[in-house]
């Protein structure tokens, strides 16, 4: 890959700028570019493409991202000592890499694609990477701004996004990705690929959204999963009686002795229904 753009090793960019991870960022940089370029890759044909990349870090995804053929990448970072390398990436890049410093958690990111339908790519940090899939997948309206997903999560949450009804990781993750979005596991990355290398494997998923998905108020179906699974353990009757209980699920054709890992997306959809 620094054969391909010139720039410099990503361990010397990040001696030179002192960018030591930060735990309470959830940073954890991914130093080895064939990496950086399968997932590129893994967003398929980027020829031309409007880019928006969440924690980019010192910019290893980032030179993946233009190198392969993107057209413009739009990367949003929170920590301010990773500006001075971006910057670098931007002007080997002319025009082609707008930087964005602020909170993820706080970015209008609709705005930001100004019309272009846009592929989000990123390595999601750790700490975020849950609430904003569950914000991108809550999106209004729908079809949403962006083409596809594919980010990097820990392999433990990747499995509960791609979870069927009935297995241990089925969750809310695995309903509100199921309902709108195809979801599939692209590969697993080792942890002694990230510097410092954190205590589990990551995965790298693959999202496309679904045209039609069922019809469903995406706010209803959010109270719902959040009510199911916050007591997965308990029959649905009692964990979803302040939303209506036995008189919700029999109204909705659902044994209220059931568990919420046993409905599958399109019952969830009829419960949300009936609530709203």
């Known amino acids: 890959m620094a054969a391909i753009d010139g720039l410099p090793p990503l361990r010397d960019v990040i001696a030179r700028y002192g960018l030591n991870a930060k735990k309470t960022l959830g940073q954890n940089f991914l130093l080895d570019l064939n990496l950086t370029q399968k997932i590129a890759r893994a967003a398929g044909n980027l020829d031309g493409a409007v880019i928006l990349e969440v924690g980019p870090g010192p910019g290893g995804l980032t030179r993946a991202l233009l190198a392969c053929g993107a057209r413009k990448v739009i990367a949003v970072e929170r920590d301010a000592r990773c500006m001075p390398a ?3 990436i931007a002007g080997h890049y002319p025009q082609r890499l707008q930087i964005v410093e602020g909170d993820a958690l706080e970015v209008d990111f609709a705005a930001l694609a100004a019309g272009d339908t846009i ?3 990123a ?7 849950t609430p904003l899939l569950v914000s991108w997948l809550l999106t209004e309206p729908w079809p949403p701004y962006f083409a596809s997903l594919t980010l990097m999560f820990q392999k433990e949450v ?12 089925y969750g809310r993750l695995s309903v509100l990705a199921g309902w709108r979005m195809e979801a599939e596991l692209v590969f697993d990355v080792p942890r002694q690929a990230f510097t410092p290398p954190p205590k589990v494997t990551s995965s790298v998923v693959h999202l496309t959204p679904r045209e039609t998905p069922l019809a ?3 706010s209803s179906l959010a109270k719902v999963t959040q ?3 916050g007591q997965r353990r308990k029959m649905l009757r009692q964990s ?5 209980g036995e008189g919700l699920l029999v109204g909705a054709g659902i044994d209220p002795q059931r568990r919420a890992e046993t409905l599958s997306v399109e019952e969830f959809c009829r419960l949300a229904q009936a609530v709203y």
């Not at 990747?158 to 990781?169: H, K, L, M, N, Y």
């Not at 979803?240 to 209506?244: Q, R, S, V």
């Open 216 to 218: 469903c108020a995406a």
């Open 227 to 229: 009510a199911a699974f």
């Open 123 to 129: 390595n999601l940090p750790y700490n975020i990477g």
């Open 158 to 169: 990747a499995q509960r996004i791609v979870a069927r009804p009935g297995t241990s990781a």
């Open 240 to 244: 979803l009686k302040a939303l209506g």
């Open 119 to 121: 592929k989000i790519v």
């Open 86 to 88: 971006l910057q670098e």
